[in-house]
T-cell receptor, first 111, second 114 residues
Framework: DTEVTQTPKHLVMGMTNKKSLKCEQH?????MYWYKQKAKKPPELMFV???????INESVPSRFSPECPNSSLLNLHLHALQPEDSALYLC??????????FGPGTRLTVL | AQSVTQPDIHITVSEGASLELRCNYSYGATPYLFWYVQSPGQGLQLLLK??????LVQGIKGFEAEFKRSQSSFNLRKPSVHWSDAAEYFCAVGGLDNFNKFYFGSGTKLNVKP
């Protein structure tokens, strides 16, 4: 299984809502990533988990809260988001220094 | 400064014509090099990668890329473009740290004329 899955595919939320994005991989990869991608831009790294520990936080606002419950699962908890947080959120995983495998993304709209 | 440059923001080619997308990087060591393709609203799909060895690498969908150390380049090529190749293409470098952080170019949008 060489797939990274993400749910939901689409999410619309108000600025006072709390929601979560989910990412799953069963390739045994030990590194997992959250990216934010705005239209016509490259992915922008948000967080890196390595061996289930948060290793990189690219100065992301605290309204985004990552969680890695186990080596296969990565969550992104969202609270009090702003309209400018609307974007495609991509999850990826990798083994060591190889290629990153990307999920299909969650299209988030904040009203 | 460390950077990945894709000089062409948009490229339009006719179906059946050849294609070359440019990528240059600026890092002290030779990084791992990747090309990804992204269709609208989708995730990124790996086309090919270079770690070491033969500088001409073959990928999926008939794509190939050539690593040129002297030019710090990793250009993507395809001899005959199909309409389904219309998408956004990203060059990326990685393997520079223990967390495999990737650095992406700004992307090249490929349009294919019928």
């Amino acid at each position: 299984d060489t797939e990274v899955t993400q749910t939901p595919k689409h999410l619309v939320m108000g600025m006072t809502n709390k929601k979560s994005l989910k990412c799953e991989q069963h390739m045994g990869h030990r590194a997992m990533y959250w990216y934010k991608q705005k239209a016509k831009k490259p992915p922008e790294l948000m967080f890196v988990y390595s061996y289930e520990k948060l290793s990189i936080n690219e100065s992301v606002p605290s309204r985004f809260s990552p969680e890695c419950p186990n080596s296969s699962l990565l969550n992104l908890h969202l609270h009090a988001l702003q309209p400018e947080d609307s974007a495609l959120y991509l999850c990826a995983s990798s083994q060591d220094r190889g290629e990153q495998f990307f999920g299909p993304g969650t299209r988030l709209t904040v009203l | 400064a460390q950077s990945v440059t894709q000089p062409d923001i948009h490229i339009t080619v006719s179906e059946g014509a050849s294609l070359e997308l440019r990528c240059n990087y600026s890092y002290g060591a030779t990084p791992y090099l990747f090309w990804y393709v992204q269709s609208p609203g989708q995730g990124l799909q790996l086309l090919l990668k270079y770690f070491s060895g033969d500088t001409l690498v073959q990928g999926i969908k008939g794509f190939e890329a050539e690593f040129k150390r002297s030019q710090s380049s990793f250009n993507l090529r395809k001899p005959s473009v199909h309409w389904s190749d219309a998408a956004e293409y990203f060059c990326a470098v990685g393997g520079l740290d223990n967390f495999n952080k990737f650095y992406f170019g700004s992307g090249t949008k490929l349009n294919v004329k019928p």
